[in-house]
C-alpha cells in the first residue's frame, strides 16, 4: 500500500527579528542553518512574533498612558495598567471582561485574550501587537522566497489562542497566503453514501496546530515547515476562519 | 545542526469496525497493511467513531421516540426529530439552542455540537455517540497494544469540535492514556528572561489536529501516529483539558 505521510520540520537557529528584517530572509538563514531546502507542496508557517517583531509592531510600555477604565480594571486585578490600555486600543469589541481577563475583538475580527496584545518573548518593558494585516504578511512573505529562491510555499502566520470551554491554548492561523484555509466537504459522500452536510475542517488552523508541536515555546524556534500535506491552493485568507457574526452563538 | 522532526503517518485500509471488535486489533491489522511498526515514545491518534461502533454506540433511529421539545425543535429547524431526542439524552446542560444548532455539555464535561451525535460516517438509519469513557478506551487500547505487541504509544481519542469564534471544526482530544495532555510552561522562562504567567499549551489537541491532516474524512483512515514528538508521559486524563466552571466565562 502507498505509504502516506507527513513531516513537520521546524526551522533552527532563527536569530530575533529586529524592525525592518526580512522575514524570508530571517527563514532562509535558518534553512540553511537547519539544512532544510524547500520542497513544493510545503507549507511554511511562522510565528505571529517573528512577524511582529520584524515588521516593528513592539511597544515601550512606558509610552502608554492608561485611561481611567484600565488603571481600574488593571488595579482590580493586579494587572499591567498600560497592557490593560494597549489591549482596549487594539480592540474594536470587548466579547467579556471579568475576574482579570479580556476577550476581545481585534481589528481584524479575531476574538481572542488580551486582543492578541503579548508580554512574553519580547524584551522586558516592551509589549507585542499582532501584524497590521496578518494576510498581507503572509503573502509578502510568499512572495519574497519565490523572487529570491523559486520556492513557494503556502504560508500561515499563527499564534496561540484560547478557546471557550477548553483548558490551554492552541496554535491557530491569523494570517494566510497560497492555501484554501477551509476543507470544505458539504455535498461529498462518506463512504456509507451519507452526504456530509456540516463538515467544514479549518485545515490552516490544523497545520498551525501541528507546526507547533515542533516550535514549542521556549526554543527559539519561531517557524516551521510541513511537508506532505497536499492542501487545496488558491489565494486564501485568514477571514474565512471567522465565524460570520449571524452565525455566532457567543457573541 | 541536529534535525528534529515530527511525522504523521496515517494508518490506511483498517477494516469498518462492528460491535465488539477490538480498536488494538483492528489498528494492527491496518499497521500492516499500511508497512508500520511502531517504535518506542509514538502517539496513537484514533477516531471517535472507530471506537465508538467497536464499542457498540451506534443507535438506531427508528427506536428513537422523540419528546415534545424534541419535535418542536426539529419541526422548527427542518431537523431530525430523532436526533435532537438523542441530544438532549446524551447532554447535562445546553448551552445554546438556536438557529437549529444545539451546543451541549456531555456527560464526559465536553462541550460540543449535538453532544457529539453524529450521523456521519454511519449506516443511513443510524446515529453514534461519544465513548461511554473516552479515557478508558484509550487506556485500553494502549493495553492491549502492550500486551499483544510490547508496543505502548501513547494514546489519544479524538474528535472534531467546532469552536467559538472560529470557521470550521477541528480535531480536538475526548481521550487520552499515556500522556500528560497540557505543557505547562508556568514559571518557566522565556529565552528574554519574561516568567510565562498564563502558558499552557493544549498539547493533546495540537496531536489530535496534526492527525486529522493525514487521516482526512473520506478515505475511510480512522487512525494515524505521531513521531518524534517528546511529549510528557504520564498517566493523564481528558478532564485535564476541560475549562474549570469557575475560570469559564462562556457558560
Not at 530572509?25 to 511582529?52: A, Y
Not at 503572509?138 to 503556502?154: H, K, N, S
Not at 488552523?205 to 515542533?214: H, M
Request: proline fraction near 6%.
Amino acid at each position: 500500500m502507498e505509504r502516506r505521510e507527513i513531516r513537520i520540520l521546524p526551522i533552527q537557529g532563527i536569530r530575533e527579528a529586529r524592525p525592518g528584517d526580512s522575514v524570508a530572509e530571517l527563514v532562509l538563514e535558518g534553512m540553511e542553518r537547519t539544512g532544510l531546502t524547500g520542497e513544493p507542496g510545503d507549507v511554511l508557517v511562522v510565528t505571529q512574533k517573528l512577524v511582529s517583531k520584524a515588521e516593528g509592531r513592539l511597544v515601550r510600555l512606558d509610552e502608554i498612558d492608561p485611561s481611567p477604565l484600565a488603571r481600574e480594571y488593571a488595579a482590580r486585578w493586579e494587572r499591567d495598567a498600560r497592557q490593560v490600555e494597549l489591549v482596549l486600543r487594539e480592540s474594536v469589541r470587548i466579547v467579556r471582561m471579568d475576574r482579570g481577563l479580556i476577550i476581545a475583538e481585534t481589528r481584524h475580527g479575531f476574538v481572542c485574550a488580551n486582543a492578541g496584545v503579548d508580554l512574553s518573548n519580547v524584551p522586558a518593558g516592551y509589549a507585542a501587537l499582532l501584524p497590521r494585516d496578518p494576510d498581507a504578511s503572509a503573502r509578502a512573505i510568499r512572495d519574497e522566497l519565490a523572487a529570491r529562491t523559486g520556492w513557494r510555499p503556502a504560508v500561515i502566520v499563527s499564534d496561540t489562542f484560547g478557546r471557550a470551554w477548553r483548558n490551554g491554548i492552541v496554535n491557530v492561523a491569523i494570517g494566510v497566503a497560497g492555501l484554501r484555509p477551509v476543507r470544505d466537504y458539504r455535498g461529498e459522500r462518506d463512504p456509507f453514501g451519507n452526504e456530509l452536510r456540516v463538515t467544514v475542517i479549518a485545515v490552516a488552523d490544523e497545520l498551525a496546530a501541528a507546526a507547533e508541536l515542533a516550535m514549542g515555546k521556549l526554543d527559539g524556534c519561531p517557524a516551521a515547515i510541513v511537508r506532505g500535506y497536499a492542501y487545496e491552493p488558491g489565494e486564501g485568507s485568514a477571514r474565512e476562519l471567522l465565524m460570520p457574526a449571524e452565525r455566532d452563538l457567543f457573541r
